[in-house]
Every structure is written in structure tokens, then in C-alpha cells.
Antibody
């Protein structure tokens, strides 16, 4: 069965960087793109973008250009999200979500809480 | 960007009630819509895809309908485990966009 296991919670200071990983199992990693979704405390879900796991080409939503970087380790079936120059407003839970055959998000990681605080 | 307007934002209901949640898209999205359930502290789980197809393993009391701009999620007879927050997601056009969520609470 499909599993997406994300790395653990992080506490960072403003200006630092963080890298979140999402390890996939139970399917062929390169056959399904990976989406990233943010959920700020008490807020709705926000789609950040996606990365093609076959080409490595990322696509970012407008609000997630510049400081956000999607990457892959295909040999390890792992997708990663790096956030640079962290701000307090980056405090949120970040989810990876596999793109299903119908192009929606079918399976999700358990989420990674990132807290940015001085 | 396609705006997804979800209503109501919150809903109080009792076990056994039938409830309906609506999502309206700002432009036509065919049937490129999914419904998700999220419980506190947990990741969302997909209930419905392609607007009306039940995800494997999801109880049949959940159903979805609609196409174009108007979509509904119906729970035919609420069970205690159904009290959660529900979201719609359109994946017809980038950027994908979610509804604001409907928090379903016990009356």
C-alpha cells in the first residue's frame, strides 16, 4: 500500500533554512508527481506547487516562488521541500501529497510542523 | 486563479442526520474536484474524486455530485467518526485551490 512518511517537526529561528523530506513507498515513485500543501495554524489548506518525479521539474504557486525549493532523490524515493530565509509566517504544517492518476492529491504524508520563532 | 467557495463554514448536526456541503467554483472545472476529510492533528484523507467517485474503503454514506461549477458532498447518516473538517479541492487548473473548509460539529 502507498505510504508517504515525512520528517519530524522543526523549530527554527527567523532567517534560517529548513528541509522537509517525504519518503514514498508502495508504488513506483517516478510514476506519480508530488504536490506540497501548507496549512497555517487554524487555517485552510494551501497548494504550494508540485514537482514532476520523472523529470525533476518543479512548478510553484505564485505565493511560493523564491524561498521555496522542491527537490527529489529518486534513488531513495524521496521528495523534499526546502524553505530559505524563514519568516514567522512560515509557521505551519507542511504536507506532501501524491498526484493520483486523475491528477488530484490521492495519498498524503502525515505532515511536518515547522515553527519559526526567535 | 479559480476560487472555490465552500459553504457552510461550520455546521452543527446530530448522529443520524443527513448533511450537505457545497463548493462553488468561480469558473467551470468539469468534474476535476475532490473532497477531503481532516481530523484534528491529522492529514487530510480523500473521500471522493472526480466529483462523484467514492475512494476505496470510504463508507457508502458519503457521496459526491456535481459538474462544472457546483458540487456537493452529502453524508447520508452521520456517524460519530464523521465529525471533522471537510475541504474541496479543484485540480482542473493551476494553481490548484481548496475551499475554505467546513467544520462539522456535534449538536
Amino acid at each position: 500500500q502507498v505510504h508517504l512518511v515525512q520528517s519530524g517537526p522543526e523549530v527554527k529561528k527567523p532567517g534560517a533554512s529548513v528541509k522537509i523530506s517525504c519518503k514514498a513507498s508502495g508504488y513506483t515513485f517516478t510514476r506519480h508527481a508530488m504536490n506540497w500543501v501548507r496549512q497555517a495554524p487554524g487555517e485552510s489548506l494551501e497548494w504550494m506547487g508540485w514537482i514532476s518525479t520523472s523529470t525533476g521539474n518543479p512548478t510553484y504557486a505564485r505565493d511560493f516562488t523564491g524561498r521555496f525549493v522542491f527537490s527529489l532523490d529518486t534513488s531513495g524515493s524521496t521528495a523534499s521541500l526546502q524553505i530559505n530565509s524563514l519568516k514567522a509566517e512560515d509557521t505551519a504544517v507542511y504536507y506532501c501529497a501524491r498526484e493520483g492518476h486523475d491528477s488530484s492529491c490521492d495519498f498524503w504524508g502525515q505532515g511536518t510542523l515547522v515553527i519559526v520563532s526567535s | 486563479d479559480i476560487q472555490m467557495t465552500q459553504s457552510p463554514s461550520s455546521l452543527s448536526a446530530s448522529v443520524g442526520d443527513r448533511v450537505t456541503i457545497t463548493c462553488r467554483a468561480s469558473q467551470g472545472i468539469r468534474n476535476d474536484l475532490g473532497w477531503y476529510q481532516q481530523k484534528p492533528g491529522k492529514a487530510p484523507e480523500r473521500l471522493i474524486y472526480a466529483a462523484s467517485i467514492l475512494q476505496s474503503g470510504v463508507p457508502s454514506r458519503f457521496s459526491g455530485s456535481g459538474s462544472g461549477t457546483e458540487f456537493t458532498l452529502t453524508i447520508s447518516s452521520l456517524q460519530p467518526e464523521d465529525f471533522a473538517t471537510y475541504y474541496c479541492l479543484q485540480h482542473n487548473n493551476y494553481p490548484y485551490t481548496f475551499g475554505q473548509g467546513t467544520k462539522l460539529e456535534i449538536k
